[in-house]
């Protein structure tokens, strides 16, 4: 008992001297942990509005449980399934299709070897992401507008084309959509997967180099495998988001545009439109726990497979 005694307060003295020698990092992250934990736990309360018939005068707590009913709304809707095809669908594409690209772009960019040149490209590539759906939907209308629009203007009608009604013909927006995602995603991908190739230790390539090889091929052997734990956990994390979908995206850029509707509507814009027109809380919440599980899920179930196929490249 003596032994255990002395071993727990050891622990707690080392314990204490490690708090005591990291203090000041520890009080820096006390701003970090206040916000996730307000922003992200504390309105994990509200998921039991999605089983309650919410009324404002007897509060959250208060209301009738009326079970899974709220979740019958995106069922038994004849958009149900339109919606969550679309959904998953783009999602995929999105992640496949960036996770090339960036891949590519932070290759590239980690080739150039003049500083100033390369921090220049990284701010431009990156500037799409900072910017605002709003902005980035008003940009896009500059191009496809029917009368004054660069595309139907500059492009087709000196061609002897005739322009497009492009905000009346849904069978061009899934590639105006993934044009457009590539186009504001790649670059903050390209740059968390060039940190990633910037920590490679440049003896690898200095003994390919030594042994011919040429840029491909150390790019396949060296530069693709150290940096697949990365790429894996990116892709995972987008995984778990696959039925939740970029709003801006699809409501700002289309411009709300019913004609497109088949190819443009998502489970957010679906259940935000029923929310305006019902004002039903209770649905919308049920909307959010069911895109939440699933993608909860697919998380785990895509782990478990990584981890079968090689352990080192799992998430957890």
């Keep these: 008992m003596q032994t255990v005694h002395a071993a727990g307060v050891r622990k707690k003295e080392s314990l204490w001297r490690q708090i005591k020698k990291y ?17 992200n736990y504390l309105p994990m309360f509200g998921v039991i509005i999605a089983f309650k018939n919410l009324d404002y005068k007897k509060g959250i707590l208060g209301s009738d449980w009326i079970g899974f009913k709220n ?30 690209l960036a891949v590519t772009v932070a290759i590239l960019l980690n080739a150039i070897r003049r500083k100033l040149v390369s921090r220049f490209y990284q701010s431009v590539i990156l500037l799409p992401y900072l910017l605002s759906a709003v902005i980035i939907g008003y940009l896009v209308f500059s191009f496809l507008s029917v009368e004054y629009g660069f595309v139907n203007k500059l492009i087709l009608e000196p061609l002897g084309l005739d322009g497009i009604a492009w905000y009346s013909e849904p069978k061009y927006w899934p590639y105006i959509l993934v044009i457009v995602n590539a186009w504001k995603s790649i670059g903050y991908f390209s740059i968390v997967y060039l940190a990633a190739i910037v920590g490679i230790d440049s003896e690898y390539y200095e003994a390919a180099v030594l042994d011919g090889a040429n840029k491909w091929q150390q790019v396949r052997s060296i530069t693709l495998p150290l940096i697949m734990p990365i790429i894996m956990i990116m892709v995972l994390l987008q995984i778990g988001k696959i039925f939740n979908a970029d709003f801006g995206l699809f409501f700002q850029v289309p411009m709300n545009s019913g004609a497109l509707m088949s190819t443009t509507d998502v489970i957010d814009t679906y259940v935000y439109r029923a929310l305006l027109q019902m004002g039903d809380i209770g649905m919308a919440s049920a909307a959010g726990l069911y895109q939440s599980v699933l993608g909860f899920v697919l998380v785990f179930v895509v782990n478990y497979i990584v981890k079968k196929i090689n352990s080192d490249h799992a998430l957890f």
Excluded: C, D, Q, S
């Design 71 to 100: 979740f019958e709304f995106l069922f038994r809707t004849e958009a149900a399934f339109i919606i969550t095809r679309n959904t998953v669908v783009y999602n995929a594409i999105f992640i496949l299709l960036n996770l090339i």
């Design 23 to 39: 203090k000041v990092l520890i009080v820096m992250t006390i701003p970090g942990i206040l916000y996730f934990f307000i922003n």
